[in-house]
Every structure is written in C-alpha cells, then in structure tokens.
C-alpha cells in the first residue's frame, strides 16, 4: 500500500494506491501531509487547510471514520505508532 498526496487541479487529494491490485482510491478530498500510523490500528493523519488556519485530521483506514484532531499541521507517528506529534 502506497499513500501519498497529489493535486487534482488545485485542490490536494490524498490517494491510497494498492499496489498488488494495481488501484487507487481517494481518502480524503482537500487534504495533504499523509501520515499512516506505522503500528497498532491502520489509521491515517492529514493536514487540511492552508497556513495560518490548518487542521489535523485522523482517519481510520478500516472503518472511515474521520474526526478533527487539533490545529496545527505536518503530523507524524512515533515509532510504536502511539503517539502522534504536529506542529
């Protein structure tokens, strides 16, 4: 599984792409910064918006749901993928 961000026109999209059934799906609409938890529950955090008024975002991969986490952007998983850190 490859997930990465891309510009569709001038809106960012992240996209998870499989690689084994070659196919891609969207996960998330005007979104950008994908980090996938490394660990644990397969969840996803994203940054929306632009600088000054950005948001983290957590997806759960398996059961869609999504929910605003903070303000702030570029966020990233620990290692153990329990913690999950922005700025």
Do not use: C, H
């Not at 891609?24 to 000054?52: D, F, H, N, Q």
């Not at 948001?55 to 153990?80: F, M």
């Amino acid at each position: 599984r490859l997930v990465f961000a891309r510009y569709d026109n001038t809106m960012p999209v992240i996209v998870e792409y499989d690689l084994q059934q070659q196919a891609a799906r969207t996960l998330a609409l005007s979104g950008k910064e994908p980090a996938v938890s490394p660990r644990g529950p397969l969840r996803m955090a994203y940054t929306i918006g632009e600088a000054p008024s950005e948001q983290v975002w957590l997806l759960d991969l398996e059961s869609g749901d999504r929910r605003k986490i903070a303000d702030g952007a570029s966020p990233g998983w620990s290692p153990d993928g329990t913690q999950l850190f922005f700025r």
